[in-house]
């Protein structure tokens, strides 16, 4: 099976697994309910999920609960995308090839639809079933911190908003990414981890492992909003430069910008060296990230 | 001590414990973080973590956690007054006397510092110190809900926001109030109740008081927004009519709202009654609610 398979067989699994964890489209009030789905189920790539999905299944397998925390990172993913593409804050009027929420439900109603989705993730940690109560305390804060204000997903969002038009030195640059995308990247991981009983060693090393996948992650974002075409990424493409976005080819070049995602590839691959075997999709996935098109 | 002077001592303990729970206002990125404290140090009347503090009391003496869970209620509650005063929710531009957040930090930074605010209380409910982690993730669990798109915070919200122009019922107006203002002040009790150890009829009881208090406060805002000045009541006073909001006096008259909000207190002290002399407070703040002025 190829990985590409392999992802397209576990995005099934986990849209069942959000579908059920979802309030239905018919739930009152259906509005926000239908927005948040609108979001939710758009073709996103699962990636959050599956990467703690794959990290749980590195440490033991069958971990309960495990499905569940991996869709709470979706939803706080989505919420991110949504508040994001607002007309306030980046303007988008397309997303996976698909107009955007405040597109179809209004400006409010993405506020929050938004709002939901973000709360919801923590509904479903704080209700995770068959799981120990200690680890879903520790699941709430690692996604908590993860998702803030203080180095984590919020905190890259202005850091982003304000270094438009600021010198784009190579620290900015990469305490916005570790931040903005980074650390949602290496929270997926580390939640998998830790709900299948990580112990601190393999804890740290799959950490790292998300770390580098998440910066490749972010360079290959960068390198494509440049190389491609509106229609291949399913997004408006070329909007960093016209946003004046500090990216790794503004600050590095598109030949240097390549060679750094090739590293980062090649640093998770050593972070996974202990796993042996267990770790196949997850090097394969390292390896999809920095050679994809889209 | 009367209860105005008993909650402001209450106010001085809780604006303590936000101001170590919440990240310095130097504290990188600064900008988000100056904007999550200036709504969150308004001049708030800090109702639901009072309310969180003295269920907890009533149950019990010396709950570790008590106060910073009581803080989480107030950065939502926070929250959801950044969002709903943005211009394309309620297009507010004065709260608690001050400019509203998006006025003075615009509204991208407004709509950070509330998703913000939102992330920041799970977090301090996952990182509860001293609590055992079967109650951590019962609170946020609790909290997710009371703040959520099905019966809570954001479904009463999207409610509201749906409800402009509609016939105003008392079933339209009940469902919404339950929702939009009375999930979160019913769940500051609970939150209080179950830390300190409540059982199931001890819980049901102060349940059914925030319930009732619940109901009485948003009775009492909106005979309020009819009856007093902007001035005293520190935003747009009159904004609902102008809004074709659906109100109590709207449905029901001033005389019988009136009448309404005091059965609600003579309901919540009823429920009270199994606490004797511990629920002093929760008592006269019930009386409190109704008798005042803004």
Redesign the interface.
Known sequence: MTIREYLAEQTKLIDAELDRLM?PED???A???RA?RYSLFAGGKRIRPFLCLESGRVIADGTPGLAAAACSLEMVHT?SLI?DD?P??DNDDLRRGRPTSHKVF????A??A???L???A??V????NGVA??R??????????A????G?M??G???D??GENQPPTPELLESIHRAKTGALLRVSVRMGAILAGANDEELDALSRYGEHIGLAFQIVDDILDVEESSATLGKTAGKDAAQHKITFPAVYGLEVSHRMAEQERERAHAALERFGARAKWLRELADLIVHRKA
């Open positions: 309030p739930r009152p009030p509005t926000i309910h948040m919420y508040h607002l306030a804050l209004g400006e409010a109603m506020i929050l938004g709002d939901g973000l709360t919801h923590f509904q940690l704080g209700q995770l109560v200690d879903r305390a520790r699941l709430v804060e690692e996604l908590a911190v998702a803030g204000s203080v984590g919020i905190g969002q202005v850091n908003l304000e």
